[in-house]
């Protein structure tokens, strides 16, 4: 049975740059069918949140460019749980208003918080998790993130250190690392005791409302006085303190400061769809490892461990590549190798600064 206080957070404001030249400015990677099942990445996390959270108690963050896209993707969403944000930061100013948005009307509310760059393949033992997630916070202080082991060296990926155990599979946290180099990445997963961030949190209103008063407690001392307010008020102030607010990300605020915070290892099968190796390393690959993302027709000649991403339709031979990136979107095409999930970020920035947006 779906519960009155628990409420979802989808994340879905990124440009998507390391998905880049599918993933653009005008349509990023939250709102494409990447694998021709005719659900987007934002239409699939909807879905999979919508079998134990109530639709009213589901909410999407978003930049206010994409505000129209999330409401034509999502036409049963009532346009007061798309969140706007005036200006696109990073995803710690995003929750915190998002919380903040929910809490003014349920204070005792149970928020969950989803990136929808996410595969989830055992989608029921993920709501079970997850609610188990929501139940801890609703009952203690913390923050909660979810975790999964990390059993690769994978360096796009953020490494939390398990702590104490408190219960079965729940664990304070030592210590946290966002991306590390591969050595490092390589000396976390031989020690088996590091899981992966998923990028998967949970915490009561409440609870969040003193991490604020930490970290912006101007910010905390207006909201304080408020009990009633207008969704116009509301947005407003949200102008007003946006501009002054942190380019931080909700991982490194909660992660790094240790204090009531527990992760939860979970078995739920997850894997990260935020750059092309790991978009290849979800996909179905054939006995030479290559992938190839969407329904295209692509043949292989002497190639490995590529991925192929193209227009509908198209067709493509692809000969004598090794660990290469292959992807176009309308009138960009980009080849270049796969061994670095930073790469594409690196090449987007590149041509935005040289050619101009109308490329990215």
């Known amino acids: 049975m779906k519960k009155q206080h628990n409420y979802c957070v989808i994340l879905a404001g990124g440009i998507g740059k390391r998905l880049w030249p599918c993933s653009t400015k005008k349509c990023p990677k939250q709102f494409?069918?990447?694998?021709g099942t005719g659900q987007t990445l934002l239409q699939q996390t909807y879905e999979r949140v919508s079998r134990f959270i109530l639709p009213q108690n589901i909410y999407v963050s978003t930049f206010i460019d994409y505000a129209d896209l999330v409401a034509e993707q999502l036409p049963n969403m009532s346009k007061g749980n798309i969140l706007a944000e005036p200006v696109r930061l990073s995803t710690a100013p995003a929750v915190t208003w998002a919380s903040y948005h929910i809490g003014i009307h349920d204070a005792g509310a149970n928020i969950f918080v989803v990136p929808c760059d996410q595969l989830i393949l055992d989608e029921k033992r993920f709501a079970e998790e997850v609610e188990d997630g929501l139940d801890f916070v609703e009952n203690n202080k913390v923050f909660l993130a979810m975790g999964v082991k990390a059993t690769q060296p994978n360096t796009a990926y953020g490494y939390i250190q398990i702590g104490h155990e408190e219960s079965e599979g729940l664990y304070t946290v030592k210590s946290f690392m966002e991306k590390p180099n591969e050595s490092?990445?390589?000396?976390?997963?031989e020690s088996g005791e590091f899981l992966w961030n998923t990028g998967l949190f949970a915490w009561n209103f409440q609870t969040m409302r003193?991490?604020?008063h930490e970290i912006m407690p101007q910010v905390e001392e207006t909201l304080s006085q408020l009990k009633d307010i207008s969704l116009e008020e509301e947005l407003n102030l949200v102008k007003h303190y946006y501009s002054m607010n942190m380019h931080r990300s909700?991982?490194?605020?909660v992660l790094e400061r240790k204090k009531n915070v527990f992760v939860k290892e979970c078995f739920f099968g997850w894997a990260d769809l935020g750059n092309w190796p790991d978009m290849r390393a979800a996909e179905k690959k054939d006995v030479d490892g290559n992938a190839v993302v969407g329904h295209n027709t692509v043949m292989f000649s002497g190639s490995q461990n590529n991925v192929v991403c193209l227009?509908?339709?198209?067709?493509?031979v692809v000969q004598g590549l090794d660990g290469f990136l292959v992807a176009?979107?309308?009138?960009?095409?980009?080849?270049?190798p796969d061994n670095d999930p930073a790469l594409v970020r690196r090449l987007f920035n590149e041509v935005q600064f040289t050619l101009g947006d109308e490329y990215v």
């Open 311 to 316: 227009p509908e339709k198209m067709t493509a």
């Open 32 to 35: 494409i069918d990447f694998f």
């Open 210 to 212: 003193l991490l604020l």
């Open 184 to 189: 490092f990445a390589k000396m976390f997963v």
């Open 250 to 253: 909700i991982d490194l605020i």
């Open 328 to 336: 176009m979107n309308n009138n960009i095409l980009v080849i270049c």
